[in-house]
């Protein structure tokens, strides 16, 4: 699915600039990196791409879609029928299966979970349904929160620093599955990284400095 | 049909239902639009022990509550039922209450006697079925001696539910014993002359009384006495027995030139209307008549300006625990916020993040409300027990309209209330919240 940000501003409440994006675009099937140092804007951008934040100015198309003229309930469909999000922490519900933390996705949208292709995902990268998630290693639960993010199909992938907190197997397996997702779903993924493990692996690389674009393959 | 016109039972049931319609609305839109109860029990899970803590605080507020309102219904309803079989009495005049307590609560007090004449205008008296003298000042052990009549101990029979036996005084030495006395049929005793509990009583040894019969369970403090021929009362004291010298018979009638007095007299009239022009009749400057329903009435009148009193306390305490409960899952969605970010980034919409936290209030206040309703009703029962064992009054303990009402009332508000943290705990800031 095609994003296209135009013109797009991030302020602070005291008014600085968090993010200054005359124009930025992403096409289906694109594979791409974000990157930048600490406070750059990759992060707002994200969450701006996810629409868990309003931009000042500007407007965020996705598909046929601007984000910010979406009510709230039209943006929580986008987040739950077209988005896969990872964060660099996984946030998982601690007291509940490994099965059950993928269940929770049909309480948050209407469209149900596939439950074999459920299974299939935690078969891939190795865990058991029936484990409690307070009893993941590191490795596992971002592995956990991968498979989360991919069983409903999403056509967008943001990641968030995925592999941050991974070693170098578990950071392998991660990176391996979002980019072969991508290819065979012709999803767009957007990673979010500094690690040049990471960004090694992308032809497209977008560096982001307080808040602008510096240039990068693919910048439209 | 005006409100007025439906019966107390549908006019409570259609109170309780509105009280609670909040929360049956609340909760049918919820699960049947939302399905948030795996997400609910991920959220409960999450901080058992807060979880645990807040559920028995809830539980403790609610079971004082419905406790004191059980217990306090319980208490009128034994207190009436045990002063069931007076209809009307006749003491010297005095507090109502004092009489009231001694008579029909067996309570020690010295009661002066009303004469001869007073117990003959009662006793010939054409609508009176029959006059029962009653003479009390003896115990034996923790049990009160009372004189009477036959007829007054067939009538605590025929009010405990037998119908067929025939209670009689054969001789002078007879005793029919209340239920709780700690004798059976055959056994002899020696009445002391003093009330319950008087360390100066002394027994009268000339005096051998013999258990002839025991009458079933009452309910009443008569259960732990024993009913002996008034002859025998009065001949122990050296006062003449009701009869002539030489006459041996015992009961009515008696012989006005040889009753000694009586401390109280409970009247039976042969219609119940009748009660009332017979009150009228006797209560004078010599004789106080009464009864004991429009005493005890009173004496609840009474009660319930302090129940009233308590009410508003209890209510009061009820307002502090719901804004205990308010601050408290306001901090916990605090503590939740980040989970629920991630509901929110996973497609969850405002509306269900708010039904998901409502429903997840109303699940751990219905538990911490039903274990309290389960608490109130076995503290109002132990408390019954205790009270039953300490007064011999029959205090049975119940969940009446009144505790449902109390319980529906503070589930429908805390329903209403607890929309607030259900708003509150939608994040404004999910990217914050999620410290991306």
Same mark, same amino acid.
């Given at each position: ?34 990157? #930048? ?100 290693? #590191? ?82 | ?436």
């Amino acid at each position: 699915m095609n994003i296209v940000c135009t013109d797009l501003q991030v302020k602070e409440p005291l008014g600085g600039a968090l993010l200054d994006i005359p124009h930025w675009s992403a096409q289906s099937g694109d594979q791409l990196a974000i990157t #930048g140092p600490s406070g750059a804007g990759k992060s707002t951008l994200l969450s701006v791409l996810a629409g868990l934040r309003m931009p000042t100015l500007g407007c965020v198309r996705v598909g046929d879609d601007d984000l910010t003229r979406l009510s709230t309930s039209q943006l929580a469909a986008y987040r739950g029928d077209v988005l896969g999000l990872i964060m660099q922490e996984a946030v998982l519900f601690e007291e509940l299966s490994v099965w059950n933390n993928l269940r929770i996705l049909n309480t948050c949208s209407r469209t149900p979970i596939d439950l074999h292709r459920a299974r299939r995902l935690l078969e891939a990268v190795a865990l058991n349904p029936t484990q409690l998630t307070v009893r993941l290693s #590191g490795g596992e639960r971002q592995r956990l929160a991968l498979v989360r993010c991919l069983v409903r199909n999403p056509q967008i992938v943001l990641a968030d620093e995925p592999t941050a907190n991974l070693d170098e197997h578990n950071a392998q397996l991660v990176m391996g599955m979002l980019l072969e997702y991508s290819t065979s779903h012709r999803a767009t993924l957007v990673v979010v990284s500094h690690e040049s493990r990471v960004l090694s692996q992308f032809a497209r690389i977008d560096r982001l400095d307080r808040g602008k674009l510096e240039g990068g393959n693919g910048l439209a | 049909m005006g409100w007025h016109n439906l019966s107390a039972q549908w006019q409570d049931a259609i109170l309780i239902l509105m009280s609670l319609s909040p929360v049956i609305i609340g909760l049918a839109g919820s699960l049947l639009f939302y399905k948030p109860i795996l997400a609910v029990r991920a959220l409960i899970l999450g901080h058992p022990k807060f979880h645990v803590g807040f559920v028995l605080m809830l539980a403790v507020s609610v079971a004082i509550g419905v406790a004191v309102l059980s217990q306090e219904r319980a208490i009128r309803s034994g207190t009436a039922q045990a002063a069931g079989p007076f209809d009307l009495i006749l003491t010297a005049p005095g507090s109502a209450i004092d009489r009231l307590l001694a008579v029909v609560y067996l309570q020690p007090s010295d009661m002066p006697l009303l004469d001869a004449a007073a117990y003959f205008s009662v006793a010939d008296h054409a609508r009176v079925d029959f006059a029962a003298p009653l003479a009390f000042g003896d115990s034996y052990a923790n049990s009160p001696v009372v004189g009477t009549i036959e007829a007054f101990v067939n009538h605590m029979a025929q009010f405990a539910g037998d119908q067929t036996t025939a209670y009689r005084f054969l001789n002078i030495t007879d005793a029919v014993i209340g239920a709780r006395v700690p004798l059976s049929v055959g056994d002899n005793f020696s009445p002391s002359h003093g009330m319950v509990g008087d360390p100066t009583a002394v027994t009268h040894d000339a005096l051998v009384y013999t258990v002839a019969q025991q009458l079933p369970m009452t309910g009443s403090p008569w259960d732990r006495a024993i009913l002996v021929p008034i002859e025998g009362i009065w001949k122990v004291h050296a006062l003449p027995t009701g009869h002539a010298p030489g006459i041996e018979q015992l009961g009515p009638p008696f012989d006005p030139l040889y009753f000694p007095g009586t401390p109280a007299i409970l009247v039976r009239a042969n219609e119940l209307w009748a009660n009332y022009a017979l009150r009228s009749e006797f209560d004078g400057p010599e004789v106080m008549a009464f009864f004991p329903g429009a005493v005890l009435a009173q004496l609840h009148a009474l009660v319930a300006d302090m129940r009233q009193v308590l009410s508003v306390m209890s209510w009061m305490t009820q307002i502090l625990v719901l804004s205990g409960i308010l601050l408290s899952l306001s901090v916990l969605v605090r503590v939740i916020s980040r989970r629920l970010g991630v509901l929110i980034a996973m497609g969850a919409s405002h509306r269900f993040i708010m039904a998901l936290v409502w429903t997840y209030a109303m699940v751990i206040v219905l538990t911490g409300v039903l274990i309290g309703v389960f608490f109130g009703f076995g503290l109002s029962a132990l408390l019954s027990d205790q009270l039953t064992q300490m007064t011999d009054i029959r205090i049975s303990a119940a969940l009446g309209p009144a505790e449902f009402l109390f319980v529906s009332a503070f589930l429908g508000v805390t329903a209403l209330l607890a929309l607030l943290p259900a708003y509150w705990s939608v994040p404004r800031d999910v990217q914050k919240t999620l410290r991306m």
